[in-house]
């Protein structure tokens, strides 16, 4: 490993030790936890979210973050689960799609009873 990788696990190690799980920060409260300036803090939390460590939501206008504890990991699990599409084949879909093309062939207009559409019979260019 090299030492800026090093130096950058350490910092965010810091960040994680830093925030108390279940509670929301902006960057501007979390940087002088850190001792580091808005902007590092930014990329230090962009890190930990890229990571999955901290979870990024919206407050107001800010990102806020929080600590993602077991709970957290455990109901977006449940979620993700929930909301998955069921195992098998889509039921009806064949027979859907082949009615709406009967539906639309039936009330498509037929042209002016030629091949070209022209009422004569000679191809159109």
Known sequence: MTNAKQTSAATQAKVLACMTPGTTYTVPQIAPLLGTGAAEAQRLLAGCVARGKVKESRDGK?????????????????????????????????????RFRDMCMATRRSLSGSPNGNGDSEPHD
């Open 62 to 98: 800010r990102a806020a973050y929080r600590q993602r504890t077991e709970e957290d990991l455990h109901r977006e699990r449940e979620q993700a689960e929930r909301h998955a599409f069921p195992p098998g084949e889509l039921q009806g879909y064949d027979a859907a799609m082949r």
